[in-house]
């Protein structure tokens, strides 16, 4: 048994180790895709570029930013890439000090919000961006030529897909505080018209000023409400005893 500065020390020295996997898987990732850089960039701004009339391009106002701004994109998906390797580091260093009941659970969490939040980009690029973009570009008035700078459109873009990818983490959000006990599906019921205004007005804050952009944010927010709603009856102990153990454990 060693004295609590040797256990604490040795803590340390594991957390050290595990971030500094983290950090050299992502950058072997990104080592990897950096060649490819500026591919990757004409793939994200393919949604706007598409919307553009013919001859139309975007521009750079910075010197630096046709450089940095490929090598942004690059870092970005790196990070998606070499997520699951992340997480599974986080897990190991904090899987030791769990209780049984909560390594069952954090797997299929950790899994399950990853996959949620890459779906949520992949819905803001394929389905929201040529909306959001095709109503920029229609909206310009005449004579004006819409040449948008490449800094700011991946800002642009990388708030939507922080948005979305949030928003799609709805469900698991509900389950936990139901799974919990902090609140119960009853609540959650009641609280439904609540959500649905909450979730226009994220819609009104994160979207461009048209209504079509809006309701693509909020009515997923919604459904996913529901879902996490639905799995929550099947998932929330109902035994008040075990539900109690769990408050006491959390």
Same mark, same amino acid.
């Given at each position: 048994?060693? *004295?609590?500065?040797?256990?604490?020390?040795?803590?340390? #020295?594991?957390?050290?180790?595990?971030?500094?996997?983290?950090?050299?898987?992502?950058?072997?990732?990104?080592?990897?895709?950096?060649? !490819?850089?500026?591919?990757?960039?004409?793939?994200? @701004?393919?949604?706007?570029?598409?919307?553009?009339?013919?001859?139309?391009? %975007? #521009? @750079?106002?910075?010197?630096?930013?046709?450089?940095?701004?490929?090598?942004?994109?690059?870092?970005?998906?790196?990070?998606?890439?070499? $997520?699951?390797? *992340?997480?599974?580091?986080? +897990?190991? !260093?904090?899987?030791?000090?769990?209780?049984?009941?909560?390594?069952?659970?954090?797997?299929?969490?950790?899994? @399950?919000? *990853?996959?949620?939040?890459? #779906?949520? %980009?992949?819905?803001? &690029?394929?389905?929201? =961006?040529?909306?959001?973009?095709?109503?920029?570009?229609?909206?310009?008035?005449?004579?004006?030529?819409?040449?948008?700078?490449?800094?700011?459109?991946?800002?642009?873009?990388?708030?939507?897909?922080?948005?979305?990818? $949030?928003?799609?983490?709805?469900?698991?959000?509900?389950?936990?505080?139901?799974? !919990?006990? +902090?609140?119960?599906?009853?609540?959650?019921?009641?609280?439904?018209? &609540?959500?649905?205004?909450?979730?226009?007005?994220?819609?009104?804050? =994160?979207?461009?000023?048209?209504?079509?952009?809006?309701?693509?944010?909020?009515?997923?927010? +919604?459904?996913?409400?529901? #879902?996490?709603?639905?799995?929550?009856? &099947?998932?929330?102990?109902?035994?008040?005893?075990?539900?109690?153990?769990?408050?006491?454990?959390?």
């Amino acid at each position: 048994m060693g *004295t609590p500065t040797e256990h604490f020390i040795s803590h340390l #020295i594991e957390l050290r180790n595990r971030l500094l996997r983290i950090v050299l898987g992502f950058v072997l990732v990104f080592i990897g895709l950096f060649p !490819f850089a500026n591919k990757i960039y004409a793939l994200l @701004a393919a949604p706007m570029l598409a919307q553009l009339p013919e001859g139309g391009q %975007m #521009i @750079a106002t910075a010197v630096t930013t046709p450089f940095f701004v490929p090598m942004k994109v690059a870092m970005m998906v790196a990070f998606i890439i070499s $997520l699951p390797h *992340t997480l599974y580091q986080i +897990w190991a !260093f904090v899987a030791p000090g769990l209780y049984n009941h909560e390594k069952k659970l954090v797997v299929p969490v950790i899994a @399950a919000s *990853t996959l949620l939040f890459i #779906i949520g %980009m992949v819905f803001a &690029y394929f389905a929201v =961006f040529p909306t959001v973009f095709g109503f920029i570009v229609g909206s310009a008035p005449v004579g004006v030529a819409v040449m948008t700078d490449i800094g700011e459109y991946l800002d642009f873009v990388m708030t939507l897909f922080m948005a979305f990818g $949030l928003a799609f983490e709805v469900p698991i959000a509900v389950v936990l505080i139901a799974r !919990f006990g +902090w609140v119960s599906v009853a609540q959650l019921k009641e609280a439904r018209s &609540y959500v649905i205004v909450g979730a226009f007005i994220l819609g009104a804050i =994160f979207t461009p000023p048209d209504i079509i952009s809006q309701f693509m944010l909020a009515v997923p927010l +919604w459904l996913l409400y529901e #879902i996490g709603i639905l799995i929550s009856k &099947y998932t929330t102990p109902k035994n008040p005893s075990e539900l109690s153990s769990i408050k006491a454990q959390v």
